[in-house]
Structures are given as C-alpha cells and as structure tokens.
C-alpha cells in the first residue's frame, strides 16, 4: 500500500488507536497511537530542526496495520515514501536494524523512551500542517533518492 494523501496518513495514524504496541512493564500495554505521538514528540524536543526525522517517529509504526508482506518496518517505508520522501521511508526502515546512523540511532532510542514516557505528547493534529508541508514539497520534487 502506498499512501497518496495526508488524509490517507492521518487516518491511519488514527487507526492506531487502541492498537496494543508493546509491553511497557507488568500487565502494562502501550497504545500505539500514543506511541507515535510520545516518539515525534520527544524527536521535536531535541532535534527542533530536523522535521523529517520527527515525522518517521510519528510514521514508524504504522506497518503492523498494514497488512501481510515484508516486516512491518519496510511496509511502512513503502507506504509513506511517495507521500513524505526517501528520507523519512529511509529512516522508518533503518530503525528496526542497527547501524551506526547518528538520525537512526536516535529515532530508536525515542522510540524506547516513549515506551515508558508519560509525558504530554499532544493530538494528532498538532502534525497535519508539518505533514502537509513535507508532502507537498515532496510532491515538487518528485520524492527521488
């Protein structure tokens, strides 16, 4: 599946609700939309700059949703790429291998802390306009490597 339009994307995001991610402790459940927002959040707080990268927090998780095929991670590459462009897919793929990427690396170790972060991470629409931002500029320039 490849997402054509940030509706397509926000509804999904929105379709993770209630998806159980992963334990975060004894009898304890992470929701994967809360996942996704505590994950971009944090990415925001400390690397304010990098919108991309804070977008692949937000994205990453979406493959579980998406069906069968390859892992979950390469399904989500695959869906957001023509919508946000080969870096953002490049970095949603990577996090799930180890490598020596500095941006990767920090896109995982958000992902970890958001497991047990309580913080406020904020709604889902808080990201519509960033999202639409990187989609359109990908569209201009025709999302190539």
Do not use: F, N
């Amino acid at each position: 599946m490849e997402l054509r339009s940030v509706e397509e994307l926000m509804d999904l995001l929105y379709a993770c609700r209630g998806a159980a991610l992963a334990p975060a402790g004894p009898g304890r459940r992470v929701d994967a939309h809360e996942h996704a927002l505590r994950t971009a959040a944090l990415l925001r707080r400390r690397r304010p700059a990098d919108k991309e990268l804070q977008v692949a927090g937000l994205v990453q998780g979406i493959g579980q949703l998406l069906g069968p095929g390859p892992g979950p991670a390469e399904r989500a590459a695959d869906a957001v790429r023509p919508l946000l462009g080969a870096r953002v897919a490049r970095l949603v793929r990577a996090a799930a291998a180890d490598g020596p990427d500095e941006d990767v690396a920090a896109l995982r170790q958000a992902a970890e802390e958001a497991l047990t972060d309580g913080s406020d991470a904020g709604v889902l629409e808080d990201w519509r306009t960033l999202l639409g931002l990187l989609a359109a500029r990908d569209s201009r320039l025709g999302a190539v490597d």
